[in-house]
């Protein structure tokens, strides 16, 4: 069955960096657009950065420039580097896979950023 495990969340002071980790299997990896989603308390659910299955990148305005999506299709795996932490970048970060009418998410990952 399909499946999609993030990890790499946890508790971080403002200035550091995480690295999430999102590992498929289930599906043809490769032919998916993935994606890093992200809410916090009490919004919404954001669009963080996606990937195409040709590599092309998209992130929202406030990640721009701090945070870098990336994919290794040979490991079924899609990455979100995450460098300038602020306290507003607090939230669970879901992954998301994509490809027509098919869409499937991860079950989240909790990313904490406090002194």
């Known amino acids: 069955q399909v499946q999609l495990v993030e990890s790499g969340g946890g508790l971080v002071q403002p200035g550091g960096s995480l690295r999430l980790s999102c590992a498929a299997s289930?599906?043809?990896?490769?032919?998916?657009?993935m994606s890093w989603h992200r809410q916090a308390p009490g919004e919404e659910r954001e669009l963080v950065a996606l990937?195409?299955?040709?590599?092309?990148?998209s992130y929202a305005n406030s990640m721009r420039g701090r945070f870098t999506i990336s994919r290794d299709n040979a490991k079924n795996t899609v990455y979100l580097q995450m460098n300038s932490l602020k306290p507003e970048d607090t939230a669970i970060y879901y992954c998301?896979?994509?490809?027509?009418?098919?869409?499937?998410w991860g079950q989240g990952t909790q990313v904490t950023v406090s002194s």
């Open positions: 998301h896979a994509r490809w027509g009418s098919k869409d499937y």
């Open positions: 289930g599906f043809t990896f490769s032919a998916y657009v």
């Open positions: 990937i195409t299955s040709a590599g092309a990148t």
